[in-house]
C-alpha cells in the first residue's frame, strides 16, 4: 500500500506562475484534504472534499482551487503563485465522516517556494 | 468554532527526562483530541487519540495524554524520553459534526539532548 502520495516534493515557482500539486491515495477513502503548515502556525485547511465531485472551502482557500473527479485523486492547483504561497503543503485522507474519528493519514509534504 | 492552543513552542529535555506537552482547546461542542507527531522532513503520523471513555490514552512508543474536561486539556506526557522522541508535536481538535477538518495548533518542537 502506498497510502497518501503527494508530488513534486520540491518546487520552485516565479510569482505569477501557476502549478499543480498531486495527491493520490490507493485506500479508497472518501475524504481528502490540503492543508497548508507554516512555521508557529501549525497546519491550516485550505480545500476538503467528501467525495467524488464535491469539494468545499476551508480556512485558507484564496488563491487555490481543486477538483475530485475521481475518490483516488485530489489536486490543489496554484492560480497565480505568490511569495505568501510559500509553504509545506500536505494531503491528508481518511475513511468515512467527521463524526467516527477515523484516523486520518498524512502525505510526506510538499515543500514550495514562491520567488 | 474551535481553536487549539499549544502553549510552548520548544521543549527541550535530556535523555531520560520525564516530559510534559500542553494543549488547551476551546469549543461550544464536545470534540475528539489528537496528537500528530512530524519527524524531520515527513509528514504528520496519528500518535494517539481520544473519542469517548476513559480519558486516559495511550500509544504504543510510550506517550500518554490524559482528556480533562473542565480544564479543556489534552496534555501529553511521557515518563522518560529517548532522542528518538526528537520531533515536532501537534494537539489537533476535530468536531464529531459539521466540518470534516481538523483544527491543529501551532506545534512543540521536543529536543532531546542527550
Known amino acids: 500500500n502506498a497510502g497518501v502520495t503527494q508530488t513534486p516534493k520540491f518546487q520552485v515557482l516565479k510569482t505569477g506562475q501557476s502549478m499543480t500539486l498531486q495527491c493520490a491515495q490507493d485506500?479508497?477513502?472518501?475524504?481528502m484534504s490540503w492543508y497548508r503548515q507554516d512555521p508557529g502556525m501549525g497546519l491550516r485547511l485550505i480545500h476538503y472534499?467528501?467525495?467524488?465531485?464535491?469539494?468545499d472551502q476551508g480556512e485558507v482557500p484564496n488563491g487555490y482551487n481543486v477538483s475530485r473527479s475521481t475518490t483516488e485523486d485530489f489536486p490543489l492547483r496554484l492560480l497565480s503563485a505568490a511569495p505568501s504561497q510559500t509553504s509545506v503543503y500536505f494531503c491528508?485522507?481518511?475513511?468515512?465522516?467527521?463524526?467516527?474519528?477515523?484516523?486520518?493519514?498524512f502525505g510526506e509534504g510538499s515543500w514550495l517556494t514562491v520567488v | 468554532a474551535q481553536s487549539v492552543t499549544q502553549l510552548d513552542s520548544q521543549v527541550p529535555v535530556f535523555e531520560e527526562a520525564p516530559v510534559e506537552l500542553r494543549c488547551n482547546y476551546s469549543?461550544?461542542?464536545?470534540?475528539?483530541l489528537f496528537w500528530y507527531v512530524q519527524y524531520p522532513n515527513q509528514g504528520l503520523q496519528l500518535l494517539l487519540k481520544?473519542?469517548?471513555?476513559?480519558?486516559l490514552v495511550e500509544s504504543i512508543n510510550g506517550f500518554e495524554a490524559e482528556f480533562n474536561k473542565s480544564q479543556t486539556s489534552f496534555h501529553l506526557r511521557k515518563p522518560s524520553v529517548h532522542i528518538s522522541d526528537t520531533a515536532e508535536y501537534f494537539c489537533?481538535?476535530?468536531?464529531?459534526?459539521?466540518?470534516?477538518?481538523?483544527?491543529f495548533g501551532s506545534g512543540t518542537r521536543l529536543q532531546v539532548q542527550p
Open positions: 469549543s461550544s461542542v464536545s470534540v475528539y
Open positions: 491528508a485522507s481518511s475513511y468515512g465522516d467527521g463524526g467516527s474519528g477515523n484516523t486520518i493519514y
Open positions: 481520544y473519542l469517548s471513555g476513559s480519558t
Open positions: 472534499s467528501v467525495g467524488a465531485g464535491i469539494t
Open positions: 489537533a481538535v476535530k468536531s464529531p459534526t459539521g466540518r470534516r477538518a481538523l483544527t
Open positions: 485506500m479508497n477513502h472518501e475524504y
